[in-house]
């Protein structure tokens, strides 16, 4: 099963339910697809084992062949191809703009000449490694780099269904989202009770509803706010899986990497509960069908 | 005019909460919400829409199924996995690049417009708002991001308004890129746990990268001092001014719950640390 942990407002504990679910569990594949800012690492301590650049194919012009008859230009989605014909005698050329390439391939494929090849461009790295049984996997973006959504498919390609995959999403709405959370079987949204984490857990249930993933709510720091987003949902018929309590205690070990596990063994239960309440609503699901 | 955005690497670390009190504090300014996939920075304006537009952006591919033979050529080029094995578009992987539409042998597939969210400009009690709505699910927030800054900047010079004042998003990509381009200042707010300074580094050096003069705050700053204290090392080591440490004050989530901002909520030590951050960004 593919558990995603995601939530439209940041900060409200992704990293943290992502990671001490893993530590409760046996036999998981922990993948952090947040590669602007990966953060399990901290808590998890894996061991590294490999690294593996993460490239997306570019255009390179060869000037030999080309006309610059312009068809490149064209067929760029993206605005990232400019081309200056010749005049008088004097040759043209061909100008790339690769942050803004999505290497779709159009331009290579499509160019009359046969004049483009694709070069590889680093976005950023994967590293691969372990925490005790616990594969762990994430992405590193670049910095500079604007597109995140490639790294995040890349981290993908290394899922490994036969175990328990867990993977942190990034925050928000849109493309990296997505893609993190994408053919996940159930996906958590992690939430605090205050009017930003309403808002923007609404938000994330219309990614959720659209994209047809079953998924259900943590409310963390449960205490603070206001009770807003319990009444939602209650209204929403949205299961609450889970609900953390605020402590002092929680937020200082989060703050020096530690996990709430290792600080307090009898979550370990609460995270367990949380798993087979997953596996609840999901065979519920499944009978239906 | 000075253009302030402000930024954090990771979310909820406040970056919302210290601008929505700079709107409090902040005479002749228009007030930009950059985080237009989850924007909160409504919640506490309470804007009125003036003007209501609609962003559009991006294509998606649609096959014809009447001119279409299922040859295979467009899902056999398609590097994105958004044709389905049914001959029809998987919409959320469609990046519209538009190769599928030149490449099939039948012209059966078009390229259809997005629209991929809505800009909005707003009067509210503290001046002119400027503000969006990605689509669910939409591509392209760097896009609105630069739409709705072009804006800001555009209503700022013709009301001769000092201050533009952005509320970023979260993490290091192209909305965070979109929001700090031509910035005079990236002010990062931060925590002070491990993912707090790790996420920080980062995106200073993004702020760095485009040259952007960076200032820094640490938020709840008392729940681990000998953290703020790290953060404030490497901030020397770099030569990143700490303009404020505000403390925990359970106040700032009282004010929220309210839909104020702290500034007005009530004094108390988070408020004045507020304002003496304002001062200093003046």
Redesign the interface.
């Known amino acids: 099963m593919i558990i995603s942990v995601a939530s439209?407002?940041?900060?409200?504990g992704k990293?943290t339910v992502a990671v001490n679910l893993a530590l409760s569990l046996k036999n998981i594949q922990f993948i952090d697809c947040d590669v602007?800012?990966p953060?399990a690492h901290?808590f998890l301590k894996p061991r590294i084992a490999g690294e593996k650049k993460a490239n997306i194919p570019v255009p390179e012009v060869d000037e030999a062949k080309c006309t610059y008859c312009g068809k490149c230009r064209e067929?760029c989605?993206?605005h990232a191809i400019a081309v200056l014909p010749g005049s008088d005698g004097k040759k043209g050329s061909v100008l790339i703009f690769p942050h803004l390439c999505?290497?779709?391939?159009?331009c290579s494929?499509?160019c009359p000449q046969g004049a483009i090849k694709e070069v590889n461009k680093e976005i950023g790295a994967i590293e691969i490694g372990e925490k005790g049984n616990m594969q762990f996997i994430h992405g590193r973006?670049n910095?500079?780099?604007?597109?995140?959504p490639p790294l995040i498919r890349q981290v993908k390609e290394y899922i490994n269904s036969t175990r328990t995959v867990i993977i942190d999403a990034?925050?928000?709405?849109?493309?990296?989202?997505?893609t993190a959370v994408?053919e996940s079987d159930f996906c958590m949204l992690v939430t605090e009770p205050?009017?930003?984490g309403l808002?923007?857990l609404i938000?994330a249930v219309?990614?959720l509803r659209?994209?047809q993933i079953p998924f259900g709510v943590v409310i963390n720091r449960s205490d603070?706010?206001?009770g807003k987003v319990e009444d939602y949902c209650a209204n929403e018929h949205i299961p609450v899986l889970m609900k953390i309590p605020f402590s002092?205690e929680i937020?200082?070990s989060?703050?020096?990497?530690v996990p709430i596990v290792e600080k307090d063994a009898s979550y370990q239960d609460k995270f367990i509960n949380l798993y087979l309440n997953i596996c609840g609503i999901k065979n519920e699901a499944n009978s239906r069908h | 005019m000075k253009q302030i955005a402000v930024i954090s690497g990771k979310g909820g670390t406040g970056k919302t909460v210290v601008t929505g009190s700079f709107a409090a504090l902040a005479k002749n300014k228009v007030m930009v919400d950059c985080d237009v996939d989850a924007a909160d920075l409504h919640l506490l304006l309470h804007p009125e829409v003036k003007e209501r537009h609609e962003f559009r952006s991006g294509q998606t591919a649609v096959i014809d199924k009447k001119l279409c033979k299922k040859c295979g050529k467009c899902a056999s080029v398609c590097r994105f996995g958004a044709i389905k094995s049914d001959y029809t578009i998987e919409r959320f992987s469609c990046e519209g690049c538009a190769l599928c539409s030149h490449i099939c042998p039948r012209g059966a597939i078009r390229m259809e417009e997005n629209v991929a969210g809505e800009w909005f400009v707003s009067d509210t009690q503290y001046g002119p708002f400027v503000h969006a709505k990605l689509g669910i699910a939409e591509e392209n927030s760097g896009k609105l991001v630069a739409k709705i800054r072009q804006i800001a900047k555009e209503l700022a010079q013709k009301q001769n308004l000092e201050y533009v004042i952005i509320d970023g998003p979260p993490g290091i990509g192209c909305p965070v890129i979109a929001s700090l381009s031509g910035v005079d200042c990236a002010l990062v707010v931060t925590e002070p746990t491990l993912s707090g300074l790790h996420d920080a580094k980062r995106v200073m050096e993004v702020v760095t990268y485009f040259n952007i003069p960076i200032k820094l705050v640490v938020n709840k700053y008392d729940l681990n001092p000998l953290m703020t204290g790290k953060i404030e090392e490497f901030c020397r080591s770099l030569n990143v001014p700490v303009i404020g440490k505000i403390a925990f004050d359970k106040t700032v989530v009282k004010a929220l719950v309210e839909g104020t901002t702290v500034i007005e909520y009530a004094e108390c030590a988070a408020s004045n640390e507020v304002k003496k951050i304002w001062e200093d960004l003046q």
């Open positions: 439209g407002k940041g900060g409200t990293t602007e800012e953060n901290i067929v989605a993206y999505h290497g779709c391939g159009a494929l499509l973006l910095i500079g780099e604007a597109m995140s990034p925050p928000g709405t849109s493309c990296p989202v997505i994408k205050t009017p930003f808002n923007d938000l219309e990614v659209k994209l603070i706010g206001d002092r937020a200082v989060y703050s020096e990497g």
